[in-house]
Every structure is written in C-alpha cells, then in structure tokens.
C-alpha cells in the first residue's frame, strides 16, 4: 500500500475528482485534506510508523488552498488557537 501511495505523489499534478465535494467550491475539501494531513501525521507519529503515508493529503491541500490560508492555519496550531480537531 505504501508503494502505491509513494507512486500516486511521485505522479501528481492535481487532485482527483472527490465525490465528497461535487461543487465547484472546494473550500471544504481544502479544509478536510488539511485535517487529514495533520491527523494522519500525529496518528503515525504516535504510532512509530511511516509519516510519508499521509503525503497524499499534503499533496491535495497544497493544490486546493489558498497560501495565506494554508500560513494561517498553521500560525493557529502553533499558537494552540486552531479551530479543527487534529
């Protein structure tokens, strides 16, 4: 599985059609990836395992939001003030 995911981001250019998120605004799917990222992150982490599995999401935020999102949600987590639950 590992493999497979280390493929799709060696190969990836945009985000794939989700069918979670049909609208044209992908505000919500933004948001989402980024939560996935950061709870993927911190489960793997806790677990010993490989954090390079949960680079997909990464990929897709990265792609989907807004840089002065992206640098605002992460000022939040520092700082402890973020919204989402991670």
């Known amino acids: 599985m590992a493999e497979d995911i280390r493929s799709k981001i060696k190969n990836y250019q945009t985000p794939p059609f989700d069918s979670h998120f049909p609208n044209q605004n992908q505000t919500r799917n933004c948001w989402q990836n980024n939560l996935d990222f950061h709870r993927c992150e911190k489960t793997m982490t806790a677990k010993r395992g490989d ?8 990929c897709v935020y990265k792609s989907l939001c807004p840089i002065s999102w992206v640098s605002a949600w992460d000022d939040r987590r520092t700082e402890g003030t973020f919204s989402g639950k991670i």
Do not use: F
């Not at 954090?51 to 990464?58: A, G, T």
């Open 51 to 58: 954090v390079s599995v949960c680079e997909w999401y990464r």
